[in-house]
């Protein structure tokens, strides 16, 4: 995936916008023209890829997404890691940047998406009723589980990655349209760095360290 400033599923919504307001400030008027105008402008902010300076540590992850640390919480996750952990969730608001970045280097062992509902993604029910697309990434010294969720805005989730796929750390892999929440479960041998209210940064924010 480039790192172009803009993503590319973002130029179908703003080249129609373009459209729109050229139509209405030729056809109509170049009042009516600025509300279309407006809302070109926040696909263009919206779909942003901003470039990001990763510092690669193996035993650091990174935020997946940008954001607002909703919850900090122990679970047991058994479709991929099959033993306890710590799930830190992140909630995005259509403010913020909405690609997806590798937390850690490492080879993508399991793939799963899942159809559902698209309730706020800001309430906890969402992980399980609404659609899904989970990772689970495995290097020489960690393996964890990272998960795209759609939220009430979020209609589509975006996956440039499959099965198999060697991933750099904050490598960008998907991302998910209009307001969303992206999870990430680690294993306990993982120290969690941020806390609940942090703002993170995809990429750039140090979620965890691997302990041992």
């Known amino acids: ?16 916008m373009i459209c729109v307001t050229a139509f209405v400030a030729v056809v109509v008027n170049g009042y009516w023209a600025i509300l279309p105008a407006v809302v070109c402008c926040f696909f263009t ?41 710590k799930k830190v969730t992140i909630f995005l608001s259509p403010f913020d940047v909405h690609v997806n970045r590798s937390p850690m280097e490492g080879t993508i062992k399991f793939q799963q ?23 689970g990434i495995e290097s020489e010294y960690c393996r964890i589980l990272v998960t795209q969720v759609a939220g009430i805005l979020a209609r589509r989730i975006v996956s440039w990655v499959t099965l198999g796929t060697d991933l750099q750390q904050g490598q960008l ?33 140090i979620i965890g360290r691997i302990s041992s």
């Open 173 to 205: 892999y998907g991302m998910i349209k209009f307001g969303s929440c992206t999870e990430i479960i680690v294993p306990n041998n993982v120290d969690i760095l941020v806390h609940k209210g942090q703002r993170v940064r995809a990429g750039v924010t």
């Open 45 to 85: 902010y919206f779909f942003r890829n901003p470039p990001r300076k990763v510092e690669y540590n193996p035993f650091h992850l990174l935020s997946p997404a940008d954001g607002k640390v909703m919850s900090i919480t122990d679970v047991h996750e058994d479709e991929y890691l099959g033993e306890d952990g």
């Open 1 to 16: 995936m480039t790192a172009f400033p803009i993503v590319k599923e973002g130029w179908p919504f703003i080249g129609v």
């Open 113 to 135: 998406y899942v159809c559902g509902r698209f309730r706020p993604a800001y309430k906890a029910i969402a992980a399980w009723e609404n659609e899904r697309h989970a990772i």
